[in-house]
C-alpha cells in the first residue's frame, strides 16, 4: 500500500481565496483524521470521520472551514475564505477500528501558506 | 475536553545519556496512551504505545510508563544516538469496544543528541 496520500504537497494563495486540501487513506482503513500543525498549537486535532461520516468536528477553527468525506476512499478540507493566520502544515491521517486498531499512520501533509 | 501537558519543550542530551519526556492527561475515561516520533520536515509515526491495563511497556532503546492515578505518563530512551533527534509528541486517546476513539496530542518536545 502506497500509505495515506496527500495532495497538493504545497500550496501557496492569496487571502480570501478559497484552499482545498485533500487526501487519500490506506485502503481498508474506517477512520480519518485531519490535524493542523503550527510552532504555537502543535498537532490540533480538527476533525474525525469514522465510516465517512463525521464523528467529532469540534476541533474545527470556524466556520470558514468543512471537511468531507464522500466515500471511502477521498476526503476533502476546504477553508474558504483563507486567512494569513491558516497558515499552517495540515495532516491527514487514517486508522483501522480492527487489528491494531490504534496506530494513525500519517500522510506527508500539505503546507499552506497565505499571504 | 482532554487538556494533555508534556514536558520539557526542549531537551538537549549528549550522546549516549538518557531523555525523559513527561505528560500529564486531564480525563481519566482515556485508556490508550501513543508516542509519535517527527523527523524534521516528515509526517509523525508511532514509535510506541500504552493501554491503561499496563504499567510499563518497553521497546529496545524506549519505554513508556504509565500512571493512571496521578493521570501522567513518560517516555524514555536510553542510549541516545544522533538519529533520535527530532520531535516527539505523546497523546491521551479514548477508546472503546465500540470504535469510539478521540486523540489530543501535546505540544511536543524538540529532543537533540549531541554528538
Known amino acids: 500500500d502506497a500509505g495515506v496520500i496527500q495532495s497538493p504537497r504545497h500550496e501557496v494563495t492569496e487571502m480570501g481565496q478559497e484552499v482545498t486540501l485533500r487526501c487519500k487513506p490506506i485502503s481498508g482503513h474506517d477512520y480519518l483524521f485531519w490535524y493542523r500543525q503550527t510552532m504555537m498549537r502543535g498537532l490540533e486535532l480538527l476533525i474525525y470521520?469514522?465510516?465517512?461520516?463525521?464523528?467529532?468536528d469540534s476541533g474545527m477553527p470556524e466556520d470558514r472551514f468543512s471537511a468531507k468525506m464522500p466515500n471511502a476512499s477521498f476526503s476533502t478540507l476546504k477553508i474558504q475564505p483563507s486567512e494569513p493566520r491558516d497558515s499552517a502544515v495540515y495532516f491527514c491521517?487514517?486508522?483501522?477500528?480492527?487489528?491494531?486498531?490504534?496506530?494513525?499512520?500519517f500522510g506527508p501533509g500539505t503546507r499552506l501558506t497565505v499571504t | 475536553g482532554e487538556n494533555v501537558e508534556q514536558h520539557p519543550s526542549t531537551l538537549s542530551v549528549q550522546e549516549g545519556d538518557s531523555a525523559v519526556i513527561k505528560c500529564t492527561y486531564s480525563d481519566s475515561a482515556s485508556n490508550y496512551f501513543p508516542w509519535y516520533k517527527q523527523e524534521l520536515g516528515k509526517r509523525p509515526q508511532l514509535i510506541i504505545d500504552?493501554?491503561?491495563?499496563?504499567g510499563e511497556k518497553k521497546d529496545q532503546r524506549i519505554a513508556v510508563t504509565l500512571n493512571k492515578t496521578a493521570k501522567h505518563f513518560s517516555l524514555h530512551i536510553t542510549e541516545t544516538q544522533p538519529e533520535d533527534s527530532a520531535v516527539y509528541f505523546c497523546a491521551a486517546s479514548i477508546w472503546w469496544s465500540g470504535g469510539y476513539q478521540k486523540v489530543t496530542f501535546g505540544i511536543g518536545t524538540k529532543l537533540q543528541v549531541i554528538p
Open positions: 491521517a487514517s486508522s483501522t477500528g480492527t487489528g491494531r486498531a490504534y496506530e494513525q499512520y
Open positions: 470521520f469514522n465510516n465517512n461520516v463525521p464523528i467529532d
Open positions: 500504552i493501554r491503561s491495563n499496563v
